[in-house]
């Protein structure tokens, strides 16, 4: 009995699988491990999702834990490399190239296009997205939560009581599976029973005993269409020691095969394919979010190379002041030797030396607290060799000369076109008219269409009856799966159903809310996206200004060093005939000390005015040559070559 069991649950199960596997060749939505429209090498870079959704040839690899690139935290060569007897030369486009490689602020912002590209994978499952930074979630898309998506049904074959048939007057429908997936459901059991009976004539015995093995097997999905298709193949086989049933053992068999349609509520791409077409739009806004956030940490960058450059300069400016102040104490102690010049003004320029040397000790200790915040930028982790290295920056600040300035318009139109919140405004809009139109379905009522093929079969062991008399077998005529197939495939006892489901919520407050709030969503969104083109213009405005200002400021300070210069000048000159005092000439020399610092400052304050108005124009990455890819990716393809600076003009 078991053994004709085994073989009627095996063959079932082959002939389920062999259509599961004929229908996986229908076209399914994100069955691959990558996200459509790969035309940019940074759409490439984030189509790896690390999921295991194929089934060729590897049948268990979906139910296996993705491949995840293991976790590093060890620092890039080319940062050991630059490091030559405990001293980093260190030009700008090496200082990006680093931080590209290993800032933890560039690695963290590298999570988020990865996250948009699973949530593809998801939401092509019919499921929610989990949403991104910098993507606008709208409430009114969800009934419950992010990630909701749609509800997931499975129906199974089920067979009816003992001694009949699958089939019985009544309408069937497949439903709604609400999985753009592919489901495959096997289930199978056995049982085995005693039951006392108070009446044996009715079953010839009093003792009733029964073996029962069950088994089906499902496969359907829905489409983005609305549409759902389900097969489910199954049957039993029972056996019992009663003898009035005309099959002992007893084996029903069943095929159904259904198809339902949504024709309102739920009809249609617009409907059902909101979250694919969301997670397309939330990977552009992650590559525009990756590129603002990308932006901002390069910009850091620069600010804090710059900013060690003007440290580097001022500890020059105090080193010579302090060389300044040792040639005149030489000077004045000689004279001082032959009876020129009286001891107490050797007191005063010693004094002033002992100024200028606190100063050098002040600029020195900046300068070595700006190599610590470098460090930080261009290091996963500070440790040796670079933890002792010093940091020597190569490229001078740059000059107004080398750096022209567009128009206000020029910037504006510059902004407009490279901003990358105006790139993730457009998109967030673009998602909220999705949400608009699968509102303005999830408006009308519920339609649904239905049609059902069920063909049943009943077979077994004939039992053989004396004439006259039912309760007494005489024999039996052997039959069994074979022949309950042949009545399912030749459609010896069909079961056809079709109709209509009509479903109207009265009132139908919850959409009509919805549907409002969405509306109301859309206005938002266009008032934050005018509000951000306000703040960028007035940022570009700002940046424009502070640039123009920053070129007069260097202008100023180099005709303020070349007139303190010439004072110094002349002042030594009257000195030594006699003509001036000391002080005079300690005066003149602070005067230059200070002119020389100021023009330091002036410099440094253009170079952060510079970097600040590429940023607020949005080409602060295209003027530095950085790739997106390279940001993501974290391998720098070749140094980036940074205009303005002696590597690029110089040689």
Partial sequence: MMITGTKSLVTAICIALAAALSLLGMPVYAQNNSTPGKGSSFEQAVGSTYT?????????????NPRIPPFHLSNSALLNELIQNGVMNLSLQDAIA????????????????????????????????????????????????LGGGLSTGVSSFSAGSSGTATGGLGLRSAGELGSFDPVLEISTGWGYSVSPLENAVLNGTNIFTGNLGEYSVFFGQEFPTGTSYSISVGGERESFNATDYIFNPEIVTGLTIGVSQNLLNGFGYRANAKFIRIADNDIGISKDYFREQISTVIQQVINDYWTLAKDKESVDVAQEAVDYNQELLKQNQEQVRIGTLAPSDVIQTESNLATAQQNLITAQTTYLQQMEVIKTDIAKKV???????????TDILPKPENNPVPTVEEAIDQAHANRPEVDIDALNLKNEAVVLKANRNSLLPSLNAFATYGPSGLYGNRVLFAPGNEFAPIGSVPGGLGTALTQLLQNRYPSYSAGFTLEMPIRNRQAQADAARALLEQHYLRTVDQQD????????????????????????????????????????KKFKVGESTVALVIQMQNSLTQAEGNLVTAQASYAQALVQFEESTGTLLQKNN??????????????????????????
């Fill in 533 to 572: 083109l306000n703040a960028i213009d007035q940022a570009v405005r700002e940046a424009e200004i502070g640039l123009t200002q920053g070129q007069a400021q260097i202008a100023a300070a180099q005709n303020a060093v070349a007139y303190a210069r010439e004072e110094y000048g002349n002042e030594q």
């Fill in 52 to 64: 295991r959704t194929g089934w060729f040839p590897n049948i268990a690899a979906p139910y296996m």
């Fill in 383 to 393: 440790i040796p060799p670079l933890l002792t290295a010093q940091i020597h920056p």
């Fill in 98 to 145: 680093l931080a590209i490689q290993n800032n933890l602020n560039i690695a963290v912002d590298r999570y988020n296009p990865e996250y948009a590209a699973i949530d593809r994978v998801r939401a092509a499952s019919g499921q929610a997205t989990r949403g991104i930074q910098g993507a606008f979630s709208s409430n009114a898309l969800f009934s419950s939560s």
């Fill in 626 to 651: 950085i790739e997106l890819t390279d940001a993501l990716t974290g391998h720098a393809s070749r140094p980036p070559s940074i205009p303005g600076t002696p590597l690029t003009e110089n040689k």
